[in-house]
């Protein structure tokens, strides 16, 4: 398989590349030059397979790279290390009505799901090509807990995490400092967390810079980001009688990463009868799929942070394939995007995407309202992020489509938001139940490009 980038200009790359790249060169993302086929028969089959076997027979076509005995190995062992033995299952919650459980990975969010294979694929191809790199990401809390756990101890690899310090949740905050691998590395900066992704975008035009640590990136755009995603919506699927009964997917939206992973299950060939995408006050998206207008607002904090986000890298990928796969008109409308703050599409296109997109949105009150709700029907605590995913696939009229919605966190991650909302306060699992005990290791550093750069130079300088 090789991919293009939704720019246009940048160099076709095979699988091991895009991984090893993240962001095309012409600013692009990289997507499939076409989309394998799954046959209804393959996704009959899958309601009786194990999920690392789904997980290798999706992925394979994409990953031609890689040997495939080599494949299935690393995808057996990244899914056995998940604390369910089907690794995503499925909850009844209503007549029609279910939960895919997404957070049974080490950092209890679905963003294990694709790091752990992520980073096991990285040791593997920088092993085959004796190279070695860093990893430099910022975070507001998930995405760095799943990185560091996901890369600790992996050969060839120093991780480096900028997270704002006093701005990220205690459970987030010792999820990552309290690993201590020799590999990780903890820096909390004196700022925001927009203020540590433009140190980390500083980082990556410095070209010296980044070429003398080797620097790269595992943020949602990568590719192998999205594409493990993609096989949790054919499994929940299956077990619910695909390709025969077409199934929904209501997705608590941020980066438009997971709910693409859903486009691209269903350009395989998933009979899907539509993806919402879910917002929380931070709506652009939801705006978008009512209007066709997609125009930049203020970001606002929620109990809901992984999805406080404005532009969605992702949702890029999805524009490609809008315009007829034309990098020129991406670029074009990236270019309005950034000089004007926004784009419109017209109303044939914005037709064309609500043949398989809708949308909802729900906000903080009405976020507290269902973990309250769905506690006092069933028992059950929901995190904030996938409340706001149950509370947009209810207020669509009901069908007799069967809905699944994406749980997308372990309630005990966010347990001041449940708490608020239902008077009780989850537990941790117990893999980390004595997370509060561990001793945590950091560096507090000032919000200066320098000082962090000298900084990463003395923790793995000499090694690339
Ligand atoms: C990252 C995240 C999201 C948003 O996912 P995207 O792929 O960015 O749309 C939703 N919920 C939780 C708990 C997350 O960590």
């Given at each position: 398989m090789n991919y293009i980038s939704t720019r246009g200009t940048a160099p076709e790359l095979g699988f091991e590349d895009v991984l090893l790249t993240g962001l095309?060169?012409?600013?692009?993302?990289?997507?499939?030059?076409?989309?394998?086929?799954?046959?209804?028969?393959?996704?009959?089959?899958?309601?009786?397979?194990p999920y690392h076997a789904v997980a290798t027979r999706v992925m394979a076509p994409f990953a031609d790279g890689i040997a495939p005995d080599a494949f299935a190995d690393i995808v057996r062992t990244t899914y056995d290390g998940f604390d369910h033995h089907s690794v995503a299952p499925l909850r009844q919650l209503g007549p029609n009505e279910w939960l895919l459980e997404l957070f049974h990975g080490p950092t209890l969010a679905f963003k294990d799901v694709a790091m752990q294979l992520l980073a096991r694929l990285f040791e593997h191809v920088l092993a085959r090509r004796?190279?070695?790199?860093?990893?430099?990401?910022?975070?507001?809390?998930?995405?760095?807990?799943?990185?560091?756990?996901?890369?600790?101890?992996r050969a060839g690899i120093d991780v480096v995490i900028l997270h704002p310090l006093d701005r990220v949740s205690e459970v987030q905050r010792r999820q990552m400092t309290t690993v201590t691998a020799a590999n990780v590395h903890n820096i909390a900066v004196r700022g925001t967390f927009d203020d540590c992704q433009a140190l980390l975008k500083m980082m990556f035009n410095d070209i010296a810079f980044r070429d003398e640590i080797a620097l790269s990136a595992v943020n949602s755009i990568n590719w192998a980001r999205v594409l493990p995603q993609a096989v949790y919506y054919l499994t929940a699927a299956a077990a619910l009688g695909a390709p025969d009964r077409p199934v929904a997917f209501c997705v608590p939206t941020g980066n438009f990463g997971d709910v693409y992973a859903g486009y691209v299950a269903a350009a395989m060939g998933l009979p899907v009868a539509r993806l919402v995408v879910a917002t929380n006050r931070n709506?652009?998206?939801?705006?978008?799929?009512?209007?066709?207008?997609?125009?930049?607002?203020?970001?606002?904090?929620?109990?809901?942070?992984?999805?406080?986000?404005?532009?969605?890298?992702?949702?890029e990928r999805l524009l490609f394939d809008l315009v007829g796969r034309d990098g020129a008109a991406v670029s074009a409308l990236m270019r309005d995007l950034s000089a004007a703050g926004g784009f419109a599409v017209d109303a044939a296109r914005l037709a064309n995407t609500r043949a398989r997109f809708d949308s909802g949105r729900a906000d903080e009150a009405e976020t507290t309202a269902m973990i309250g709700r769905v506690h006092a029907e069933t028992g059950l605590l929901l995190d904030p992020h996938t409340a706001v995913g149950l509370a947009a696939a209810?207020?669509?009229?009901?069908?007799?489509?069967?809905v699944v919605v994406l749980g997308t966190a372990h309630p005990a991650k966010f347990p001041d938001a449940v708490e608020k909302a239902t008077g009780r306060r989850p537990d941790l699992?117990?893999?980390?139940?004595?997370?509060?005990?561990?001793?945590?290791?950091?560096?507090?550093?000032?919000?200066?490009?320098?000082?962090?750069?000298?900084?990463?130079?003395?923790?793995?300088?000499?090694?690339?």
């Open positions: 095309a060169r012409d600013g692009g993302l990289y997507v499939p030059a076409a989309w394998p086929d799954l046959s209804a028969g393959d996704i009959k089959a899958f309601a009786s397979l004796s190279q070695r790199l860093t990893i430099v990401g910022a975070t507001s809390g998930d995405t760095g807990a799943a990185a560091i756990e996901a890369f600790r101890d709506d652009i998206l939801h705006r978008f799929f009512q209007t066709g207008e997609y125009r930049v607002d203020e970001v606002h904090a929620t109990q809901s942070p992984s999805m406080d986000i404005q532009v969605a890298s992702n949702f209810r207020d669509r009229a009901p069908d007799d489509t069967p699992p117990a893999r980390l139940a004595d997370l509060y005990d561990r001793a945590e290791r950091y560096d507090v550093l000032p919000n200066d490009l320098a000082a962090i750069q000298a900084h990463i130079r003395g923790l793995v300088g000499g090694k690339a």
